[in-house]
T-cell receptor, first 117, second 113 residues
Framework: SAVISQKPSRDICQRGTSLTIQCQVD?????MFWYRQQPGQSLTLIAT?????????ESGFVIDKFPISRPNLTFSTLTVSNMSPEDSSIYLC??????????????FGPGTRLLVL | QKEVEQDPGPLSVPEGAIVSLNCTYS??????FMWYRQYSRKGPELLMY????GNKEDGRFTAQVDKSSKYISLFIRDSQPSDSATYLC?????????????FGKGTSLLVTP
């Protein structure tokens, strides 16, 4: 298994500002994922971050709004830019396990709870 | 129509009851069916997964898949207050470039002593 930590655990931000969320894993992983979990909505993939390459964004998410860094194999950041109240959500990072069927062993961080006023 | 539908609840049951949680899906390409449990202020953790139609049992938990009806269930026997959490179903279809993982909205379960 993988142990994942996120910082901050929660924050309250003003409209128009930006927040950078950090994700740290206790082992080296190739792929890291960023999800959004809005109230009453499904857990939704924002982007996939591979070390050494540009992040791949899902439909409806763009790099200008959610820039991602992946400087090494244990760390990633997600920035929520120019925030509006609609960005209030839980943001989670996750990694794949080392199993052969890697899609069956995703591990999630505890999440960052963001409230935008 | 969303690919995965799940009633968000909340569902409240007394301790010891049998709990039934369900999801329906529309895409017959889904191959793996999973259940995650998410405690308050925590990330989801994988509880069980199944690949084929039928039942899979793990302790007090039974996962059931009916591919002909596009319907999956999670049963919890002898429910405990510690089972109080949000349960998310998730489904995977494999693609040439990797895989796609789709989650339901999650069902909030409260088991009262």
């Amino acid at each position: 298994s993988a142990v994942i930590s996120q910082k901050p655990s929660r924050d309250i931000c003003q409209r128009g500002t930006s927040l950078t969320i950090q994700c740290q894993v206790d082992s080296q992983v190739t792929m890291m994922f960023w999800y959004r979990q809005q109230p009453g909505q499904s857990l939704t993939l924002i982007a996939t971050a591979n070390q050494g390459s540009e992040a791949t964004y899902e439909s409806g998410f763009v790099i200008d709004k959610f820039p991602i860094s992946r400087p090494n194999l244990t760390f990633s950041t997600l920035t929520v830019s120019n925030m509006s109240p609609e960005d209030s959500s839980i943001y989670l990072c996750s990694v794949e396990g080392k199993d052969r069927d890697r899609w069956l062993s995703q591990y999630f961080g505890p999440g960052t709870r963001l409230l935008v006023l | 129509q969303k690919e995965v539908e799940q009633d968000p609840g909340p569902l409240s049951v007394p301790e010891g009851a049998i709990v039934s949680l369900n999801c329906t899906y529309s895409n017959s390409a889904f191959q793996y069916f999973m259940w995650y449990r998410q405690y308050s202020r925590k990330g989801p953790e994988l509880l069980m997964y199944t690949y084929s139609s039928g039942n899979k049992e793990d302790g007090r938990f039974t996962a059931q898949v009916d591919k002909s009806s596009k319907y999956i269930s999670l049963f919890i026997r002898d429910s405990q207050p510690s089972d109080s959490a949000t349960y998310l179903c998730a489904m995977i279809r494999l693609e040439n470039s990797g895989y796609a993982l789709n989650f339901g909205k999650g069902t909030s379960l409260l088991v009262t002593p």
